[in-house]
DNA sequence: TGAATACCATACCGTACAGTACTATTTGGG
DNA sequence: CCCAAATAGTACTGTACGGTATGGTATTCA
């Protein structure tokens, strides 16, 4: 993890290299959220994607380096689709509809809550792996409510105070319950996923349609 | 973890070894809050106790009875002092602020933020305690905020909808960010609480002080 | 008190893992 | 084409762990 960690990287890099590293990073990548960083040993992401065990340290130092290069990888990548959402023409009601509802079908992925739930428990080992995601994820996010929110306020259709504070609670409405509970296996249904969707998004708009009493 | 897993229990109970599986208990919880369940060894534990390794066999099982012993036990307790608040009196400003209050504290000493993380981190591995760790810790917050604020409904000082869902989204917008953060390690300061519990209770009372437009 | 049995101490088994050593083979830039 | 370096293959080391076995000691209950 610390910096000479992932250090003894081959010293001449060349395409094969790289695509010999890729490959051992994406293996690695659905192995890790899958059984979680002890669940998984070398030997077996060796097996999986064929080479040596050797060639893995050179690329990655230690088994902990390659786990940062997997998370680093993986935190791009699982919110680009809401983030592309332009919701700019729409009203408040839709505008947070839509990006809360391409929200929470991208968070309940099983994909994703398995990666959720990888950076929860390693973040107590790898705290800066887990800053890294907290930016690149739940922060993503509610950067990108905060603009809608930002826009809505200047076109004079919201007065929410501090747009960052607003999309936080907005989020964490949407996100939280939802998300622990797929986490737990029992996954919501449509109806509950839009139930909650409503509900935050009437419990937000009237929250913030007069005048703003948030400091 | 399955039936027989834990039933190798000593076939006569004496107070002894009530006292001495009880000492077992308590040393490995706080052994799985601070390095999780790979993270120690059953040596380790017996080590810390003193005894015999046999002996947690015969009491336990095997090391997921254990870890299921453990994690049943740290289950209650966390949450008793916010369960036992009597806001009945109050205002809904303050009654809410109250609860939110008594309820972050509780989420943000270290040793539930450890259990938070071991609940999330395990919970694939352990999907039936995951589910009683969910029902006795979020679960059992929203509960006590929904009767909060279902009193006050039938007080005619709030017209919340479902009283449950209408705490569970309040209880999301006090708690997930906070608790994220303080995760990762970046403790939010008494400052940002304060500023997060205020937004959270005057966006609430703002969306439930009419008539419900909520289903 | 005495027999049943829970508990202690310790050694042990089989396995699995991170990381290294070393040789053979392949690649790629000069 | 050639040689330095990357990769493959594989064997190995040391260690750690879950779980069992055994034989002796302390408790408990009748």
Redesign the interface.
Same mark, same amino acid.
């Given at each position: 993890m610390s910096a000479e960690a992932a250090a003894r990287r081959p010293v001449r890099r060349t395409r094969r290299g790289d695509e010999k590293s890729e490959q051992i990073r994406l293996a690695a990548a659905e192995m890790f959220l899958e059984r979680?960083f002890?669940?998984v040993s070398l030997d077996e992401i060796v097996k999986a994607v064929g080479g040596s065990k050797a060639n893995v340290y050179t690329h990655f130092g230690n088994k902990e380096g390659l786990f940062a290069a997997v998370v680093e990888g993986l935190c791009e990548g699982f919110l680009a689709s809401v983030v592309a959402i332009d919701a700019s023409g729409l009203s408040p009601e839709e505008g947070l509809a839509r990006l809360a509802r391409a929200l929470v079908e991208t968070l309940l992925q099983d994909r994703h809550l398995?990666f959720? &739930?990888l950076m929860?428990?390693?973040?107590?080992r790898f705290?800066a792996l887990? &800053?890294v995601w907290?930016e690149s994820g739940?922060e993503t996010s509610r950067r990108a409510l905060a603009r809608f929110v930002a826009a809505q306020q200047r076109a004079g259709r919201l007065d929410a =105070?501090d747009p960052h504070?607003?999309a936080?609670?907005f989020?964490? #409405?949407v996100?939280?319950?939802l998300l622990? &509970?797929a #986490?737990?296996?029992?996954r919501p249904s449509e109806g509950e996923i839009g139930?909650?969707i409503?509900?935050?998004v009437?419990?937000?708009? &009237? =929250?913030?349609?007069?005048r703003s009493?948030?400091?």
């Open positions: 979680g002890d669940g398995a959720h &739930r929860i428990a390693e973040s107590g705290p887990g &800053r907290f739940p =105070g504070r607003a936080t609670l989020h964490d #409405m996100t939280f319950n622990v &509970r #986490m737990l296996g029992d139930q909650t409503d509900a935050a009437a419990v937000f708009l &009237r =929250g913030y349609a007069g009493i948030i400091p």
